[in-house]
């Protein structure tokens, strides 16, 4: 893994001694909250509902258990306890002091951390599929690419005052996880017809309340073009994105209003003029970035302890069928482990389970961790034969939950537990439904399902591309929640259509019941999953059911 | 006829803490709803909200919300105002945290 230079080290101290200072100005009165709050935002700290929150950025989901064990230690000495993982791969703490703050990022640094760049209208904390470097079907482990983003992006002199926020998602394999096409970039690693690699470019992506799916703005990158070309692609924004509205200030509404065409010709001027100005220097760093991340020396040993787990344990088996996924090297497994256990709140994690993963990593792991956008953590490297151990001792921590790719497997927001952008609570219905389910007993037989749950119309939640959506609002003083359906977060991205008029609170659950016990009536068979038999039928069966009263209503008229 | 003013409390956010304050009659800043000051007059709450504004050393983001009175002193109206009082609903913590542990100490 990548570690920091002498020069990241001192750039991160040097930020940390400044915000101190600006912290203690801030409390002696020099510094009026209008001047201290960019300060504190392009560190991450948030002034949330209840207290502050201090967002910070895990680059490309990746942790060593050092890093993990440092945040356990963090939440227990100047929180409460816990983290939060969210949907861009960040961890947040809900509770900190302000004046705990600057030890807080003393610690990180001390496992080279920060919180930089979390916040603002900079180039953020870029993602990238949570299963790199480990996934079977990858053409290339992206996250080189994704830290040499990171170090262009950081304190970039011409991108910290930005129209907007500026997000960034790279993937390595065919099949998308990082769900590059509602980024503002998406880059992919693809193969050309001739057998060489490049990237294929996206643009303009992003859901929020003017939801688009990217567009492909260079089909074929090479790949020493990369630096130069997303120079290019922000350069142009920063000239031509609106600051005059800040609903319209994205990426996604420059390339819309002035044309996709019109907005790749002025790309391709600015890249004709930095490629020769880079020189090849990014090309130099990205060979040494590269070395940082090769990967472990995978332990060649026999897999018998393995079967004999599946053989005998029915618990491990149900487990081992929804929680790994395929390696590269035959003998290991990608392990997912759930932070969705039936009532909990998803993406949270407690000081204990923090330090039992880092735990894990280092006995079973060669010691990496990933934190995915759908908030779990991924144990990349797990030789098979250390399966059923590793899956008895996350039995203990509560963290042995079956149910990844399952309907209780939901992403969801903070919402107004905690966000003071938030219209409704997100964190609760996500539970309710959980639990819901588990009660009627459905849950396997209903089968892969992808439900987002978001607070607010900017879509931390990602309930546009959920198979289910579910947008919390305010109407008229009370909570209400709409569904939206058909959303795809893959590479087949697409935004879920809203089936009607939203639901109460205490209505949301018996109309997502409804709606799955109308699936299970339509599936072709047992293996069509719901998005599939979405697809074949169209929304038109599933809105029947969501308002049965209406459907009947005219039904008689 | 001018629509009836709906009363107000002056609250923010404790500016070291980060935790949900109030503005009472007597000029301190309560952690409680209940013991805010209801303000009924338009003007009078300008005053309030100026006064709140101008105490930069000890709260963030002053702003009015909505109240009613209630037999403990004022209440809020609108959920987002009725969660502040209290705390997020996934965990204890917050003022229902600090409630808790008052009444256990008693």
Known sequence: M??????????????????????????????????????????????????????????YGTLRSAQMRQLAYIADRWDKGYGHFTTRQNIQFNWPKL????DILEAL????????QTSG?????????????????EIEDPRPVAELIRQWSTDHPEF??????FKIAVTGAPADRAVTASNDIGVRTVLNDRGEMGYQILVGGGLGRTPMVARVIRDFLPKADLLPYLEAIVSTYNLMGRRDNKFKARIKITVFENGLESFRDAVEAKFALYRSQFGGADQYLLAEIKAAFAPPAFRNAPVDAYDAGLAADAAFRTWAGTNLTAHRNDSHAIVTVSLKAHGETPGDA???QMRLLADLADDYGYGELRISHEQNVILPHVHKSDLPVLFARLQQAGLATANAGLLSDIIACPGMDYCTLATARSIPVAQKLALHFKALGLEEEIGALKIKISGCINACGHHHVGHIGILGLDRAGVENYQVTLGGDHTENAAIGERAGPGFAYDEIVPAIERLLRAYLDLRGN????????????GAAPFKAALYPAETEDRDAA | MSRRYIPKVVTANDLAMGDVVYLTADDRWSRHHHEAELIEDEAHAQLRLLNASAQKLLVVGPYLADAKAGPNGPEPIHFRETFRTRGPSNYVHGKQQDAARESTNV
């Open chain 1, 99 to 102: 004046t705990d703050v600057p």
């Open chain 1, 121 to 137: 209208n900079t180039i953020r904390n870029v993602t990238a599929d949570h299963f790199a470097g480990a996934a079977a079907d």
């Open chain 1, 350 to 352: 407690s000081s204990d």
């Open chain 1, 2 to 59: 990548y570690e920091y230079s002498d020069f990241d080290a001192a750039f991160v101290a040097e930020r940390n001694r400044q915000f101190r200072a600006q912290v203690e100005r801030r409390l002696a009165g020099s510094l009026t909250e209008d001047e201290f709050r960019p300060l504190r935002l392009m560190n991450g700290l948030y002034l949330q509902l209840h207290a502050y929150m201090l967002r910070v950025a895990i680059p």
């Open chain 1, 160 to 165: 910290q005052f930005l129209p907007r926020k």
């Open chain 1, 109 to 116: 640094a001390q496992v080279e951390m920060h919180s930089i």
């Open chain 1, 526 to 537: 047992a293996s069509e999953t719901f998005i599939e038999t979405f697809r074949r039928l």
